[in-house]
């Protein structure tokens, strides 16, 4: 079955960068529309990034600008590179994958989501 592991994540001061990764494992499509979200003690799981096969992407409005989402489609892993990381940035961040048969829709919602990493921490200090 499908496994994603997430790594990169650890403690950083505000105005700086970490990049995360994401390997996959197991009988992954190539073309599934792959995602990161977060969540945050008491708040809900959040959409960050998404990006297509294609390598068309979307940005939550608070990570826009900041945030790059990337993918390689031959070793089935996709990062996130962050920059000008704020405290409220700090929250565990999931890989995710959708095994929809629309393989160009980038959903913006947890639900739309079949496979998922553990997730990463991510601590941006003020």
């Known amino acids: 079955q499908v496994q994603m592991v997430e790594s990169g994540g650890g403690l950083v001061q505000a105005g700086g960068s970490l990049r995360l990764s994401c390997a996959a494992s197991?009988?992954?499509?190539?073309?599934?529309?792959r995602a990161w979200f977060r969540q945050a003690p008491g708040k809900e799981r959040e959409f960050v990034a998404g990006?297509?096969?294609?390598?068309?992407?979307t940005y939550a409005d608070s990570v826009k600008g900041r945030f790059t989402i990337s993918r390689d489609n031959a070793k089935n892993t996709v990062s996130l590179q962050m920059t000008s990381l704020k405290p409220e940035d700090t929250a565990v961040y999931y890989c995710?994958?959708?095994?929809?048969?629309?393989?160009?829709?980038?959903?913006?919602?947890?639900?739309?989501?079949?496979?998922w990493g553990q997730g990463t921490q991510v601590t941006v200090s003020s």
């Open positions: 995710a994958a959708d095994d929809s048969d629309s393989t160009s829709y980038i959903d913006l919602t947890p639900r739309g989501y079949d496979y």
């Open positions: 197991g009988p992954i499509f190539s073309r599934y529309v």
């Open positions: 990006i297509t096969w294609s390598g068309r992407t």
